[in-house]
């Protein structure tokens, strides 16, 4: 991922040193176990972990000449170790130590994405219980609903980050597998128990069933799961976008001094930073595609994974981590106008409240069939007109006040009536 979206917590766990810091990590693992289980001298794996060391300029040196990471890697551990470095690698197949060591990043890259989640939440959690009282109008379709809150509307995102955290915690059980069993799967030439010493020593499960790699499905699942985050990111960056609209103006993210807009326009305040999470959310979705396509390799393993992991993997985990951070921040300093959310609610003299007064009509013995009518004809009466005012027309139509009071009108225009189990739905999620 370039530098631009890149932040350290993440990047650094995504380079070539990390990656064959990893892998060290693994044979040094494999060589206690085969030592705990008497196959290798003790002293030579003291020996090894004392000696052991990499140069990630000399490893590409080598690969360079044989064409192979890991023996170029291996080749270069050597080069530090000496005689000892035999025992370096024993009965293992180069997928014994590359999907392994691929599990302790993809774990360490969930620890990092889970803290970002809670930093969300907790950001979401402040806003929802400032705004708790908000009140707004709903749209669906994009066309004026009924009332609700602002809070209510974080309390939705609140939720879906909920369970995304949910996800990723199961998530970095399923991925946190390593596999020790050779060529193709079969412990040919290592033992199990040689496996699950190492797993353990290395905070991972042993592959219920490994061929010569760990099965791609992991993989994607990972990748979706990302993606599937990013995707609620999109969704809240594409609803502050939507209120930041000039004729809507409802939230707006900050705009900091000396920020310019456009480089023509000088009074432009653009929804930028949402709009970023809006592509970027594109490219996860496009990594999940590629995942998927990994999950069919030939017999016991192919190489044509390798090459979209090296890309997919790392870029999905420093995108949707950036992501995070991003939104965390963009809800943290959010503009919100509860003025403008007001004046929006209440355009055409309340024709949001259309529904209540029907159902109060059919409460006082109209049928829904002549209520439905009688309020329509009102509300189109007052729809998308400069002086349209709903709530005159209901006021003086005869068919509703031979029904209604003054006073059970007035009612019928009451935001508190759509508001008043909200507070049931903040208890769920401790706002």
Not at 281 to 293: D, F, S
Not at 297 to 326: G, K
Request: negative net charge; proline residues 3%.
């Amino acid at each position: 991922m370039i530098e631009r979206y890149t932040l350290p917590e993440m990047g650094n766990l995504w380079t070539d040193t990390y990656k064959l810091k990893t892998w060290l990590q693994v044979e040094i693992a494999v060589c206690e176990a085969q030592a705990e289980l008497g196959y290798i001298p003790t002293q030579a794996v003291e020996e090894i972990k004392a000696k052991a060391n990499f140069d990630p300029k000399r490893v590409l040196e080598i690969e360079a000449e044989v064409r192979h990471d890991m023996i170029a890697f291996l080749t270069n551990v050597n080069e530090y170790v000496g005689d000892a470095g035999r025992y370096i690698h024993l009965g293992l197949t180069s997928s014994d130590v590359l999907d392994t060591a691929l599990a302790l990043q993809l774990v360490a890259s969930l620890d990092v994405l889970l803290a970002g989640v809670e930093d969300l939440i907790a950001a979401i959690r402040t806003q929802a219980q400032q705004h708790k009282n908000t009140v707004m109008i709903g749209r669906s379709h994009g066309i004026h609903a009924e009332p609700i809150t602002f809070g209510f509307k974080l309390a939705g995102w609140l939720a879906e980050v909920l369970r995304s955290r949910d996800r990723l915690q199961r998530l970095r059980k399923e991925i946190a597998v390593g596999k020790i069993s050779g060529a193709v799967g079969t412990y040919a030439n290592i033992e199990p128990r040689v496996e699950a010493i190492a797993c353990q020593k290395l905070g991972l499960e042993p592959d219920t069933a490994s061929t010569q790699v760990i099965s791609r499905d992991r993989h994607a699942d990972f990748v979706q799961t990302l993606a599937l985050l990013a995707a609620s990111i999109e969704r809240f960056a594409v609803e502050i976008r939507n209120l930041q609209r000039t004729d809507v103006l409802e939230v707006e993210e900050f705009f900091s001094k000396g920020q310019k807009g456009s480089s023509a326009m000088p009074h432009k305040r653009n929804p930028i930073r949402s709009e970023r999470l809006t592509g970027m959310a594109r490219v996860v979705r496009g990594h999940a595609v590629a995942a998927l396509e990994n999950v069919a390799l030939w017999h016991e393993r192919d190489i044509s994974h390798s090459s979209v992991e090296r890309m997919i993997l790392p870029d999905s985990c420093t995108i949707t981590h950036f992501m995070l951070a991003e939104m965390t921040d963009l809800v943290k300093n959010l503009l919100v106008y509860p003025e403008n959310m007001e004046r929006n609610m209440n355009c055409y003299g309340g024709v949001v409240f259309s529904q209540r007064v029907m159902l109060t009509l059919v409460e006082k013995g109209m049928s829904r069939e002549d209520a439905y009518a009688t309020v329509q004809s009102c509300a189109h009466q007052a729809w998308n007109k400069t002086d349209g005012n709903f709530h005159d027309l209901i006021a003086k139509d005869s068919r509703v006040t031979q029904h209604l009071s003054s006073e059970e009108i007035e009612a019928c225009f009451a935001p508190q009536h759509h508001l008043q189990h909200l507070e049931e739905i903040y208890q769920r999620l401790g706002i």
